[in-house]
């Protein structure tokens, strides 16, 4: 079956330390998506990527970095620089940008 | 800029009562109308969209939305609600046209089913 799979489905992470979030698809769209959701606030984007090689940054990329070296894979890396990193985070994918977005079942990040 | 509201936090309703989940919108021009669901610990599922055309709009698992331009709205509904449907619903646009293609969420609605 052709999907997203995020992993882990949990992390945890120590104080200045980076932590990487893996988001892989199968269904050979172009465009990939990081969301960071918080209770009550929905989902706000974090970085986007349209191509492979190719990104740009959404409403809160302050603290993340990500790559596109794969038309299948947009890992986010969650940088020491982001001082409330716990959150649950969604990837997503769609095919065009009028046809809806795919979501992979999320990463949940916590401090320790 | 585009902008999507879901004015109510939470929705009630009895199990077998018709339900309705609200969504107004801001575009410039036309909008792409979105519907998610998403269950606990998991990722949204896409529910129904409206492009053009038939301003009612079908989708999975009995619910419907109607399209109305006038009052930029697209509001969610299903005749008879089952406790399954218990939910957190995202309502998402993007402007056809100009503007940003990247689709904006609503902050949702906790829709609850009681037996």
């Known amino acids: 079956d052709g999907g997203i799979t995020q992993s882990p489905k949990y992390l945890f992470r120590k104080e200045g330390q980076n932590v990487t979030l893996s988001c892989e698809q199968n269904?050979?769209?172009?465009?990939m998506y990081w969301y960071r959701q918080d209770p009550g606030q929905g989902l706000r984007l974090i970085y986007y990527s349209q191509i492979v090689n190719d990104f740009q940054k959404g409403d809160i990329a302050e603290g993340y970095s990500v790559s596109r070296e794969k038309k299948e894979s947009f890992p986010l890396t969650v940088t020491s620089a982001q001082k409330n990193p716990t959150a649950f985070y969604l990837c997503a994918s769609s095919i065009s940008d009028y046809q809806p977005q795919h979501f992979g079942d999320g990463t949940r990040l916590s401090i320790l | 800029a585009q902008s999507v509201a879901q004015p109510e936090d939470q929705v009630n309703v009895a199990e077998g009562n018709p339900l309705t989940v609200k969504c107004t919108y801001s575009v410039s021009g036309n909008p792409y109308l979105f519907w998610y669901v998403q269950y606990p610990n998991r990722g949204l599922q896409f529910l129904l969209k409206?492009?053009?055309?038939?301003?009612l709009v079908k989708g999975s698992y009995g619910f419907e939305a109607e399209f109305n331009k006038s009052q930029t709205s697209f509001h969610l509904k299903k005749p008879s609600a089952l406790v399954s449907d218990s939910a957190l619903y995202f309502c998402?646009?993007?402007?056809?046209?100009?503007?940003?293609?990247?689709?904006?969420f609503g902050r949702g609605t906790s829709l609850i089913v009681h037996p």
């Open positions: 998402a646009v993007r402007e056809v046209s100009g503007g940003s293609y990247i689709p904006t």
């Open positions: 409206y492009i053009t055309g038939d301003n």
């Open positions: 269904l050979n769209h172009d465009a």
